[in-house]
């Protein structure tokens, strides 16, 4: 990776969200589809089942460069979806 990208990179805002779900099948795709309603590819997402609660999942989503108010808007889109139970969300800026 050339410094100049990574220099690029380390400086665009990143807003992830937590999203808890209950571990159904149909969440993930309940969740992206939040997402691709508005064009995005988050730019790194990862769940998994939480530890103490097999029957709960977490996905924890990050999207770069979000329009000004776009990511409070999909976090209350999230929590209106029927699988979820809570969302966070905040923002990493450029240092």
């Known amino acids: 990776m050339s ?30 589809e939040v997402f691709s309603l508005h064009g995005l590819v988050p730019s790194r997402c990862h769940s998994a089942c939480l530890d103490r609660d097999e029957d709960q999942l977490v996905i924890d989503i990050q999207v770069s460069e979000l329009p000004n108010g776009l990511a409070d808007q999909l976090a209350r889109r999230l929590r209106r979806v029927i699988t979820v139970t809570e969302v966070l969300w905040s923002q990493k800026r450029p240092v």
């Open 3 to 32: 410094t100049i990208f990574r220099e690029a990179s380390a400086r665009q805002r990143v807003d992830c969200f937590s999203v808890f779900s209950t571990a159904d099948p149909s969440a993930l795709p309940r969740i992206f």
